[in-house]
């Protein structure tokens, strides 16, 4: 016993010595659990039936869609507001406003839900029309491992945008976890995005792509240097309108663009422009 209690006090005394340890009373960290839950009942606002065992009907329907709106508020209010604090290095701040911006932003995610769904329900269709394997909306909605990234990251961006620290990586990172791909919540992705299979895709921050989009497995769309004092400039590719890229392609730098009405072949290295409406392939070739 002597043993164990000791080994509890070094234990303890690394906590001390070497941090890592987010304490619920200090508000000292948004609470990865927490963040997970709360995508998750976004996520059922969006595709309600879908993400969860729950019987709807169109009796209860309203007061499940209450009950869940709700419950999203106070949890990501919180964990907001954690998050704010953490970073926010003003304490007058701290008291006085740090609470009331989590909530603003918090409602206002539950206000821009329709929006979502809006441009979700396009990925849907994207997804629908492009794989020939798909044979519903439905069926996409439940099983494509695309969709539940790119919902994720529509989520996540929005509180990206909206100046949210920390917790859009959380979300981003968890799908990725989950999926096998990686979209950096800061990127800006058009409407009817599909990514077909998708193990792999990467997606950098800064990355910037059109409408009717659509990527393969293995697709990178990174940076050309990873150096620290590039962290505000943008590092990655711009794809505009229309463009397919096949498995396995990468394509880097901040001053990259493939071109409107473009393909990229698989295993290609893209680290220059391509015009629009230019098949690339593996050589170099273009036509």
């Known amino acids: ?14 906590y001390k010595k070497y941090g890592g340890i987010n304490l619920e009373e200090a508000n000292d ?8 839950n709360v995508l998750r009942d976004i996520q059922c606002l969006i595709f309600p039936g879908f993400r969860v065992a729950e019987d709807l009907d169109s009796q209860n329907l309203r007061f499940v869609t209450g009950e869940r709106v709700n419950r999203i508020i106070s949890v990501l209010t919180r964990e907001i507001k954690k998050a704010l604090v953490y970073v926010i ?6 008291k006085t406003h740090c609470f009331a911006l989590a909530e603003q932003t918090s409602r206002a995610l539950i206000e821009e839900i329709p929006e979502l769904r809006r441009k979700i329900g396009l990925d849907v269709q994207a997804a629908y029309i492009g794989d ?28 990206c945008k909206a100046g949210v620290p920390v917790i859009p990586r959380i979300m981003s990172e968890h ?8 979209i950096n919540p800061g990127a800006e992705i058009g409407e009817s995005f599909f990514i077909d299979h998708g193990t792999g895709v990467v997606i ?22 990873v150096k620290k004092n590039l962290m505000d400039k943008k590092r990655h590719p711009t794809i505009e309108d229309n463009v397919t ?6 394509i880097l730098g901040g001053e990259t663009v493939i071109g409107a009405g473009s393909t990229i072949g698989g295993n290609t290295w893209v680290t220059k422009s391509v015009p629009p409406n230019t098949l690339f392939t593996q050589s170099g070739s273009g036509r």
């Open 89 to 94: 290095q003003d304490d007058m701040v701290k």
């Open 132 to 159: 020939p394997a798909a044979k519903s909306t439905e069926e996409v909605i439940v099983s494509y491992p695309c969709l539940e990234a790119i919902t994720t990251y529509r989520i996540a961006h929005f509180l």
């Open 245 to 250: 890229i096949y498995a396995n392609a990468t």
């Open 175 to 182: 799908a990725h976890g989950k999926t096998g791909i990686d």
């Open 29 to 36: 960290f948004p609470n990865r659990e927490n963040v997970v």
């Open 204 to 225: 950098g921050e800064t990355c910037v792509i059109g409408n009717n989009v659509k990527i393969y497995q293995g697709v990178t769309l990174g940076a050309l240097s």
């Open 1 to 14: 016993m002597n043993s164990i209690d000791s080994a509890i006090d070094n234990i303890l005394e690394s």
